[in-house]
């Protein structure tokens, strides 16, 4: 098990910025490759970001594609997603998600990860 904890959620007005923070507690992250993915009201899961194991290749959603950015620190065991610009249609829960440390690449497929944060609510007003 690697239980995340999501934080950094909240309610910002269009063209602000967040940033939000996945703690791995109890086990270190780093020979995993995370993922950010979130979901809005009646939608199905979508891919946002992706980072492989250590950092070094990144993948973004063509919707957050310049205004989104993930890294990750290891020595702290927690992954990061700062949004900027944000748009009413990024309203979603965000979850953050780790891969089996058999793949030291990210995925943009939700099914590709193995444990999942609880998320946390992110509301962009117009």
């Known amino acids: 098990q690697v239980p995340l904890l999501e934080s950094g959620g909240g309610l910002v007005q269009a063209g602000g910025s967040l940033r939000l923070s996945c703690a791995a507690s109890?086990?270190?992250?780093?020979?995993?490759?995370m993922g950010w993915f979130r979901q809005a009201p009646a939608k199905e899961r979508e891919f946002v970001a992706a980072i492989s194991r250590y950092g070094s290749t990144t993948d973004y959603a063509d919707s957050v594609k310049g205004r989104f950015t993930i890294s990750r620190d290891d020595a702290k065991n927690t992954m990061y997603l700062q949004m900027n610009s944000l748009k009413p249609e990024d309203t979603a829960i965000y979850y953050c998600?780790?891969?089996?440390?058999?793949?030291?690449?990210?995925?943009?497929?939700?099914?590709?990860?193995?444990?999942w944060g609880q998320g946390t609510q992110v509301t962009v007003s117009s």
């Open positions: 109890g086990r270190t992250v780093i020979r995993y490759a």
């Open positions: 998600a780790v891969r089996n440390p058999s793949y030291g690449s990210g995925s943009s497929h939700a099914n590709d990860y193995t444990y």
